[in-house]
């Protein structure tokens, strides 16, 4: 897919047309609800999320997409010459914050856009990730496929040193499904759930996970451009909502050794003309080709969308035996030892949960590669192995060779090697994208083996 896609062919991607919601009605809103502050958020192309806030009297500009920024201060954008950037507001977005302090609702509520990044001459910035999701979602509309993804988020909430500084003290010993006194987090988790519901957001659940000072929060499915929004959306909520309770919310991968890391596990399904693409009743576990072949593809890429699914150095710390993360490629209809697992549901429940990313990925561009790798998956009739029933971590290297099962790759270094070898990696993501992202990783995998860590001076500084 051409990365030169053109606004009027992504708007038809949008969840909510751009068409049912206007720009006036926006504006009633606002006025009727005392909101001050609009806050225009777009995201880099590490996925953190970015605004500009305009006070009162810059609703109307904000809303016309008449808000200029400087794209060279963001990372992964533009360089300095070529710097002006327009933020598009997709006004199906709207949403008023809740007010997360008696402070912040003396001072007038605070409302959110997301929006898309543009080029002065009104064409989409092809480096943002927005951006290259829709492209993608565009792909798959051409095909008559809509991806509907629900994701797991998990998180720790850990205690703040005297400096207010985070710490990787845990606020409790607790472990899955614990409730109260155990799960000192059960109050929090409840007041993010409450702040998400303000919000427009449909929980499915919310529960501590397995290690201490763990959490995970579900919500349920949407077509792809609004899970990705909704993710960026959750990992702020969740963060100040901690932050009013003293507290720090971190959704990095695996912040504490020797217990599971936080995953963002993804259930994905393809629909078309209204059903799930995925079920077929008289199909080896009930699954269509299509969704063999969705499997398929997703097996055949995880190596290559690894960098993009499990984008730190911390990441592949998660990526080891023993903690129910994923270490092989290989798929299954029972075992949480595979990468790809197919859940128990079938007909429009029917859906392939891919346990690689984690949290600290950009949603957007996740995302992207996994609909990517499906959908190659699905025009090269890509075959999968066998499913695997058993216990992979405790199969051995012969019987892992028999069924034809892969390993991620070890450290980032690997994943952005394979990323950059990848063909379809590389069209997913469009030129721009991938090279500033590889630009930007590579660099964050020379400082760190540049560090001297504290586990070589223990190992090593008496010794040699």
């Not at 777009?42 to 009162?56: C, Q, S, W």
């Not at 109050?187 to 201490?212: C, D, Q, S, V, Y």
């Not at 991620?408 to 990696?425: I, Y």
Request: glycine content about 6%.
């Amino acid at each position: 897919m051409n990365a030169k896609l053109t606004s009027k062919q992504t708007a038809k991607t949008k969840s909510t047309p751009a068409a049912a919601v206007s720009a006036q009605s926006v504006l009633e809103q606002l006025q009727s609800n005392n909101v001050n502050f609009l806050r225009l958020q777009f995201t880099d192309i590490l996925g953190r999320a970015k605004n500009i806030e305009v006070p009162r009297s810059q609703f109307e500009k904000a809303l016309s997409g008449g808000v200029m920024f400087d794209g060279s201060t963001v990372q992964g954008f533009t360089r300095i010459e070529e710097s002006d950037m327009l933020l598009q507001p997709d006004l199906a977005t709207f949403l008023i914050y809740p007010a997360f302090s008696r402070e912040e609702g003396e001072r007038g509520q605070v409302a959110r856009l997301i929006c898309d990044v543009l080029l002065p001459s009104g064409e989409p910035f092809p480096g943002d990730p927005r951006f290259v999701l829709k492209r993608q979602i565009a792909r798959a509309t051409e095909l008559g496929y809509t991806l509907f993804a629900g994701t797991e988020p998990e998180f720790f909430l850990f205690e703040r040193g005297a400096d207010g500084r985070g710490t990787t003290l845990t606020n409790d010993q607790a472990g899955y499904f614990d409730l109260a006194p155990i799960d000192k987090g059960e109050r929090i988790r409840r007041e993010i759930t409450n702040k998400l519901f303000e919000m427009g957001f449909e929980i499915e659940g919310a529960h501590h996970e397995a290690a201490p000072g763990q959490h995970e929060i579900d919500f349920r499915y949407q077509d792809a451009l609004a899970t990705a929004d909704a993710i960026s959306t959750f990992k702020f909520v969740v963060k100040r909502v901690a932050l009013e309770y003293g507290l720090l919310a971190s959704f990095l991968p695996k912040p504490v050794a020797a217990v599971n890391g936080s995953g963002l596990h993804t259930h994905l399904s393809l629909f078309k003309n209204g059903q799930n693409a995925f079920y077929d009743a008289a199909g080896e576990f009930e699954l269509s080709d299509t969704a063999l072949h969705f499997i398929g593809g997703l097996l055949e890429h995880a190596p290559q969308m690894c960098a993009v699914t499990n984008p730190l150095v911390n990441s592949y710390k998660r990526l080891v035996p023993g903690f129910e993360a994923p270490v092989n490629v290989a798929w299954s209809t029972s075992n949480r030892s595979a990468l790809v697992r197919v859940p128990a549901k079938r007909g429009n429940s029917t859906r392939a949960e891919f346990r690689l990313p984690d949290p600290s990925c950009n949603p957007y561009l996740a995302l992207s590669l996994m609909l990517a790798a499906g959908l190659d998956g699905i025009a090269q009739k890509t075959t999968p192995p066998p499913a695997i029933q058993r216990n992979i971590y405790q199969m051995t290297v012969r019987e892992k060779r028999h069924h034809r099962v892969r390993e991620l790759p070890r450290d980032l270094h690997d994943a952005l090697d394979d990323l950059e070898r990848s063909s379809v990696m590389a069209e997913a993501l469009g030129d721009h994208a991938l090279e500033h992202y590889l630009r930007a990783k590579r660099a964050e995998w020379r400082t760190y083996s540049a560090v001297v860590h504290p586990w070589e001076l223990a190992q090593y500084l008496d010794l040699v």
